[in-house]
């Protein structure tokens, strides 16, 4: 998921560079609805962004279990994660329309 937003996104508004898969962060989903942030590599600049994706049929090998479906092997939230969100919290000054405008 980190890749084909990083693949679809647009490259820093603010130097041009491109975005890494690596330097895609998800905050969370709702629904279909994906909130993630994503980092420039270059100039550190940060941008907020909301995705949905259209899910594809999965095939016979990929399909998962119960347990899994209901986020049994979901990994732990690192430093990072709260670091990420921490900051996000710090600077957003709750103007959601300003948040996810298009630019």
């Known amino acids: 998921m980190?890749?084909?937003v990083a693949q679809s996104a647009q490259k820093c508004q603010h130097c041009g560079h491109p975005y890494a898969p690596e330097n895609?962060?998800?905050l969370?989903?709702?629904?279909?609805?994906w909130f993630l942030t994503l980092r420039c590599r270059r100039c550190r600049r940060r941008i907020y962004a909301a995705a949905t994706f259209r899910e594809r049929p999965a095939r016979q090998s990929e399909?998962?279990?119960p347990a899994v479906e209901r986020g049994a092997?979901?990994?732990a939230i690192s430093r990072e994660d709260?670091?990420?969100?921490r900051?996000?919290?710090?600077e957003f000054d709750g103007d959601f329309r300003k948040l996810f405008r298009p630019s």
Do not use: C
């Open 2 to 4: 980190r890749r084909r």
């Open 82 to 85: 709260v670091q990420h969100i």
């Open 24 to 26: 895609v962060t998800v």
């Open 73 to 75: 092997t979901r990994p």
């Open 63 to 65: 399909r998962v279990g």
């Open 87 to 90: 900051s996000f919290l710090d």
């Open 28 to 33: 969370g989903r709702e629904s279909d609805v």
